[in-house]
């Protein structure tokens, strides 16, 4: 179908109570889907299954960003509620963040957090977005450790609980940044890295923070019309060393979900008659959609996304727009749990 696919084209059904509320009791315990790029052929197993899939020699590239408590509930001016949630901040100390109700929060008023500080809405950014400047007694990281929550995704219809706060993150989680988790890692243990190196896999670790807008739907129907929200990233010198070495001797890298693949792909700088990755950091928009040329990952990990979305189309321009579509109405036949908390698919 090329390039005049549509965001109506990534629509499809679903049962809501496919929805996974909760993580499984255990991690490693989803089930797993796995596609095959070139023949479309899909096959059932459970995620343990996926070391098994890896060969000595192959790169399991990791997003090492950590969530932090984002969601902060605070009182307006009139002593009623109000909800920010923080995305990222900006060089001249005010933060950007996302607020609820946004018809009573413009320009010039103020949110408290009882008398630890306060928050004035500086700027309207567009896209959803403020510009905060916070003042008082705590700072931001403050005001987060204090009155912060997870910042569960929307389609999640419960508030955050305590355990939570471990599970919706992945336990390779070191660099604070994110306000959602990377989802596709949620589902390794320690054990489980360490059986994967133990094969002679080489591991990995970039950073990309995640914004909310991985939660937004495409709604124009032209996704070249699509704005992303723009999301920091770092490519460590020993990550680009280890995955130019795999490029050069022509083994594969897996890219531990759709975050990772962006970073990766964002980095991608020509060498030669190949394609390398530059070490580095900086703000990424890229926006991955059929057709995509896929220059550095091999292979890619993730979770099932919501229809209409940025991470559905990734994955889509990965495997192909039919091959996707077709696992992903298989998946929800088989009555697999869908997004954050939900199953694994892999792509090889």
């Given at each position: 179908?090329?390039?005049?696919?549509r965001a109506?084209?990534?629509?499809?059904?679903?049962?809501?109570?496919?929805?996974?509320?909760?993580?499984?009791?255990?991690?490693?315990?989803?089930?797993?889907?796995?596609?095959?790029?070139?023949?479309?052929?899909?096959?059932?197993?459970?995620?343990?299954?996926?070391?098994?899939?890896?060969?000595?020699?192959?790169?399991?590239?990791?997003?090492?960003?950590?969530?932090?408590?984002?969601?902060?509930?605070?009182?307006?001016?009139?002593?009623?509620?109000?909800?920010?949630?923080?995305?990222?901040?900006?060089?001249?100390?005010?933060?950007?963040?996302?607020?609820?109700?946004?018809?009573?929060?413009?320009?010039?008023?103020?949110?408290?957090f009882g008398?630890?500080?306060?928050?004035?809405?500086?700027?309207?950014?567009?896209?959803?977005?403020?510009?905060?400047?916070?003042?008082?007694?705590?700072?931001?990281?403050?005001?987060?450790?204090?009155?912060?929550?997870?910042?569960?995704?929307?389609?999640?219809?419960?508030?955050?609980?305590?355990?939570?706060?471990?599970?919706?993150?992945?336990?390779?989680?070191?660099?604070?940044?994110?306000?959602?988790?990377?989802?596709?890692?949620?589902?390794?243990?320690?054990?489980?890295?360490?059986?994967?190196?133990?094969?002679?896999?080489?591991?990995?670790?970039?950073?990309?923070?995640?914004?909310?807008?991985?939660?937004?739907?495409?709604?124009?129907?032209?996704?070249?019309?699509?704005?992303?929200?723009?999301?920091?990233?770092?490519?460590?010198?020993?990550?680009?060393?280890?995955?130019?070495?795999?490029?050069?001797?022509?083994?594969?890298?897996?890219?531990?979900?759709?975050?990772?693949?962006?970073?990766?792909?964002?980095?991608?700088?020509?060498?030669?008659?190949?394609?390398?990755?530059?070490?580095?950091?900086?703000?990424?928009?890229?926006?991955?959609?059929?057709?995509?040329?896929?220059?550095?990952?091999?292979?890619?990990?993730?979770?099932?996304?919501?229809?209409?979305?940025?991470?559905?189309?990734?994955?889509?321009?990965?495997?192909?727009?039919?091959?996707?579509?077709a696992a992903?109405?298989?998946?929800?036949?088989?009555?697999?749990?869908?997004?954050?908390?939900?199953?694994?698919?892999?792509?090889?």
């Amino acid at each position: 179908m090329g390039n005049r696919l549509r965001a109506s084209d990534f629509e499809y059904e679903f049962p809501r109570e496919t929805i996974a509320q909760h993580p499984l009791p255990e991690r490693g315990a989803s089930r797993l889907l796995v596609l095959e790029r070139e023949s479309g052929a899909v096959t059932h197993g459970h995620f343990g299954d996926f070391t098994e899939m890896l060969e000595p020699g192959d790169v399991l590239v990791l997003n090492s960003s950590r969530v932090i408590p984002a969601r902060l509930t605070a009182r307006r001016e009139s002593g009623r509620e109000a909800e920010i949630l923080l995305v990222h901040p900006e060089p001249d100390g005010t933060w950007l963040a996302m607020v609820h109700p946004g018809g009573k929060l413009k320009v010039g008023r103020r949110v408290s957090f009882g008398d630890d500080g306060e928050a004035e809405i500086v700027e309207v950014v567009g896209g959803g977005l403020r510009r905060l400047r916070f003042t008082g007694r705590l700072d931001p990281a403050g005001l987060m450790e204090r009155y912060g929550a997870v910042p569960l995704p929307p389609y999640i219809e419960r508030p955050p609980e305590a355990a939570d706060q471990e599970r919706y993150q992945t336990v390779y989680a070191a660099v604070d940044g994110s306000v959602a988790a990377p989802t596709a890692g949620l589902h390794f243990t320690p054990e489980t890295l360490e059986r994967i190196a133990g094969r002679g896999v080489e591991l990995t670790e970039t950073v990309l923070h995640v914004g909310p807008g991985t939660f937004k739907p495409v709604e124009v129907e032209e996704p070249e019309r699509h704005r992303m929200h723009a999301e920091w990233y770092e490519v460590p010198k020993q990550a680009a060393a280890v995955i130019n070495r795999a490029k050069a001797e022509g083994r594969r890298v897996w890219g531990v979900g759709t975050t990772v693949t962006r970073t990766l792909e964002t980095a991608a700088t020509p060498a030669g008659d190949a394609w390398a990755v530059s070490a580095g950091s900086g703000w990424t928009d890229l926006f991955i959609y059929p057709p995509f040329e896929f220059r550095i990952v091999d292979a890619l990990l993730t979770n099932f996304h919501l229809p209409r979305s940025t991470l559905l189309m990734l994955v889509a321009a990965f495997a192909g727009y039919e091959h996707t579509m077709a696992a992903y109405r298989d998946a929800v036949s088989e009555g697999y749990r869908l997004f954050s908390y939900g199953d694994a698919m892999a792509i090889r």
